[in-house]
């Protein structure tokens, strides 16, 4: 199951092989996974089960594309991420609430509040992600 956000579009005149090497400059450092790769096109998903941080798992983009187009010179960046963690916490919460004690109930709002921040924090990383690739910081400065 996936949660597709609008697509984010950028003009650059950055030329689309130096936008390759930047998308895969960008996505080697949070240890995204490249699924697939071309001239004009990068499929990449996330590696939830790699070691780190829960909060770095929280905040990242789960998967998505890059596409480039060079006749109008711009990027276009399709992510997703992926509710499947919030809906198997509800369900066990839901469980326990019918089994155990309805107070486990108040659960499930917990869950659906850390959804919202968790929607708008990709959403953050994901606009973060395209202008770094668009705009690349100049290392010898």
Not at 23 to 36: G, R, S, T, V
Request: charged content about 25%.
């Amino acid at each position: 199951m996936k949660i597709r956000y609008k697509k984010i579009i950028r003009s650059t005149n950055v030329e689309p092989f130096i936008l390759i090497k930047n998308i895969k400059a960008e996505l080697d450092k949070p240890a995204y996974i490249i699924k697939e790769q071309t001239q004009s096109h990068v499929g990449f998903k996330y590696n939830i089960w790699r070691g780190g941080s829960r909060a770095e798992v929280f905040r990242n983009v789960d998967g998505g594309e890059f596409d480039i187009i060079p006749e109008s010179k711009t990027i276009v960046f399709s992510y997703y991420l992926s509710p499947l963690f919030e809906i198997l916490a509800t369900c066990v919460a839901a469980f326990l609430g019918f089994t155990q004690d309805y107070h486990i109930y108040f659960f499930i709002v917990f869950i659906a509040v850390m959804f919202v921040i968790r929607l708008i924090s990709v959403k953050i990383v994901a606009n973060r992600m395209i202008e770094d690739i668009v705009n690349p910081e100049d290392p010898e400065e």
